[in-house]
């Protein structure tokens, strides 16, 4: 059981671009992993920003913070991930990683009534942060904040700030179990939308469920 269940991981890393698969070598420079990631993000964002009309209630709660601009970058989240891809260089498994804090950072709860969520104002703030802090607890070598400042479009001062804060809202909750890691591939492969904390929960609850009847 052991041993078809590290089969069926290694074959799901493989399809996602993190392992190398030596029997089918890519043709593509861009994993997968890149591609699926902006996908989920996008959909995210075009849930939560449905027309104003609709949602025009929900909008007045939300949580304003230094991850939001006061407005939308040019930039589309595919690009935006590819060009960070392009030139920081880190591992794929940092766009895993990343994914998992940012649905961390969405999930933690506010002191007021408003919610957090993943917007247009806020992705590309909040992806750039997850990475960097993604790819220096992963990777051997990660290039610093200035760098990195420069790749996401913000100043080396509010790359720091923007570190700093999403560290403590995470209260430096950085490691992600083999499973969980695991849990957030399935969801890029499938490209499954979380949609609040409870239905999170019971998605990957059943995705367990179907690793295990594999």
């Avoid at 593509?28 to 591609?35: D, F, G, M």
Wanted: aromatic share 10%; charged share 20%.
């Amino acid at each position: 059981m052991e041993t078809s269940s590290n089969s069926t991981n290694s074959s799901l890393f493989q399809w996602l671009g993190l392992i190398e698969d030596y029997d089918h070598p890519s043709t593509s420079t861009l994993p997968p992993v890149i591609t699926l990631l902006a996908s989920v993000l996008t959909k995210m964002i075009q849930k939560n920003e449905k027309p104003f009309h609709t949602r025009r209630n929900k909008f007045r709660d939300e949580e304003i913070t230094m991850f939001h601009g006061s407005r939308a970058p040019s930039m589309n989240i595919q690009r935006y991930t590819e060009r960070v891809h392009r030139y920081a260089r880190c591992s794929p498994a940092c766009f895993v990683a990343a994914f998992v804090y940012i649905i961390r950072y969405l999930e933690i709860p506010v002191a007021t009534s408003t919610t957090r969520r993943l917007t247009s104002l806020n992705v590309h703030r909040l992806l750039i942060t997850s990475l960097l802090v993604a790819a220096k607890f992963l990777d051997r070598k990660c290039y610093n904040n200035a760098y990195y400042a420069k790749i996401g479009g913000v100043s080396t001062e509010e790359m720091n700030r923007l570190e700093r804060t999403f560290l403590f809202d995470l209260d430096f909750r950085l490691n992600i179990t083999a499973e969980m890691f695991e849990k957030h591939c399935l969801m890029l492969q499938r490209q499954t939308v979380p949609c609040g904390s409870r239905r999170l929960r019971t998605a990957l609850e059943e995705m367990t469920c179907g690793c295990q009847a594999i």
